[in-house]
Structures are given as C-alpha cells and as structure tokens.
C-alpha cells in the first residue's frame, strides 16, 4: 500500500509540475498567438486519466490484500483466487511504474529542448 501512495505523490507532483510549465507556456502562446485552449484542456483530461488509472492500480491493491486476508483467516476464497489478485495488482503497479518513468523521461528530454 505504501508504494502505490509513494507512487500516486510522484504522480501528483509530476503532474502539478506539468500543469505549472503548461500554464507558463500557455500564457505566453496566448499572448503570442491570441489562442487560449487545447493545451490546457489536453493537459486535464490526461491528469483524470492518470487519476482515474491510479485509483483502479489503488483498487486492484485493496482487493489482492483483502483476498489474502480472508484466506489467511480460514475464509471461503481458493488460494489460486488470492494468488491472481496478488498477481494483477503487482503487474498494475509495475505498468504504472512504467509509464510513469516514461513520462519523466520524456518530460525531461521536452525541458532539455533548445526552440
């Protein structure tokens, strides 16, 4: 559980950070070009998916522990049940991870353009 918050804090400052750039470069391409849209719309919708994604990895995380907990108490779960839930969520985490490390990746590559 302690990795998916760690994981979900990275996700918000990257993305809050990416919201302060993206507002400094619109207001100038405003100023430049006299439009003022697609990019902050683009920029939200993509924070709510990432949001939206992070709570199911979050979900996923919540039902694998749930599982293991009502087989450890002698439940009525099988143990290959537990074991696929342990599974999905571990795999949702490290697709996160993922793309997560990709997007600093390309984040920092877009900061390291000359224009």
């Given at each position: ?9 990275g ?17 100038q ?5 006299g439009?003022n849209?697609q990019a ?13 994604q992070?709570s ?9 522990g ?35 490390n990709?997007?600093?990746n ?6 390291h353009?000359?224009?």
């Open positions: 559980m302690d990795s998916i918050s760690n994981n979900l804090a996700t918000d400052i990257l993305l809050s950070r990416l919201q302060s750039d993206s507002a400094v470069k619109k207001a391409s405003a100023t430049d070009n439009s849209g902050g719309n683009v920029l939200d919708s993509f924070g709510n998916i990432l949001k939206d992070m199911q990895i979050n979900q996923l995380e919540s039902e694998a749930q599982a293991k907990q009502i087989y450890a108490t002698g439940g009525d779960i099988d143990l290959h049940n537990v074991m696929i839930a342990g599974e999905k969520a571990e795999l949702s985490l490290q697709l996160a991870m993922q793309v997560r990709k997007m600093i390309a984040y920092q590559e877009i900061t353009m000359t224009v």
